[in-house]
Structures are given as C-alpha cells and as structure tokens.
C-alpha cells in the first residue's frame, strides 16, 4: 500500500542543478518517519547522500555537504532532494527511503522509490 515515486533525474552538466522529488502515497510523512536520500554510483554500494534525523534535524554524506539539501513538503507528502553544483562523482541511480516507526520499534518498515538516475557529464 505503501509507494513512493521519484522524479526529476536526468542528465546535466558538472555544476548544474537537478531537484528530486519522492511522493509518497499510503502513509504520511508527517506521523513518525524519517525520510532519506540514498545513491548507488556503478560499481560502489548504496550510500547514505542525505537524510532528516530523529531529532528533526538533517545529516548528509561529506561528499555532499554544502550542495546537497534534503526537504520536505508534508502538506503534499512529498520529499525532495535539492541538488547544486553537481559533478560527475554525483552520477548514480538515487532512491528515496522512508522509514515509518511503530509503537513498538520491532516493526518498523521502510519501504523504497524505484530509483532515478542522475547523470552529470563534465
């Protein structure tokens, strides 16, 4: 019941801007979740680019500190992933996680967008 779908990946050039979009339909962002950006470059393991914490605050990758920002629009239920000055090490399929947290933590579940690509050319 739970889907998100992601948009907004594409093709642009180093120090280009792309922002990612991840609706949210059969669960609300605003009840207790978190919310992520995860990227998989070719060959490398799914990392971590950027995620809102438990405490309500954001956390991102090193590698994306200062272009990278992760927001959200719980009117809309959706989550975005505002990407500036990107460059050719940014070039991975990006997948938007949430988590939605139980009363008893045991049963969390996350559930996970298709995935988008993102290819920055130099």
């Known amino acids: 019941q739970v889907q998100l779908v992601e948009s907004g990946g594409g093709l642009v050039q180093a120090g280009g801007s792309l922002r990612l979009s991840c609706a949210v339909s059969?669960?609300?962002?605003?009840?207790?979740?978190?919310v992520g950006w995860y990227r998989q470059a070719p060959g490398k393991q799914r990392e971590l680019a950027a995620t809102?914490?438990?405490?309500?605050?954001?956390d991102y990758a090193d590698s994306v500190k200062g272009r990278f920002t992760i927001s959200r629009d719980n009117a809309k239920n959706t989550v975005y992933l505002q990407m500036n000055n990107l460059k050719p090490e940014d070039t991975a399929v990006y997948y938007c996680?949430?988590?939605?947290?139980?009363?008893?933590?045991?049963?969390?579940?996350?559930?996970w967008g298709q995935g988008t690509l993102v290819t920055v050319s130099s």
């Open positions: 059969g669960g609300t962002l605003s009840g207790r979740s978190v």
């Open positions: 809102f914490t438990n405490g309500g605050g954001t």
């Open positions: 996680n949430v988590r939605f947290f139980a009363l008893n933590r045991k049963y969390d579940r996350d559930y």
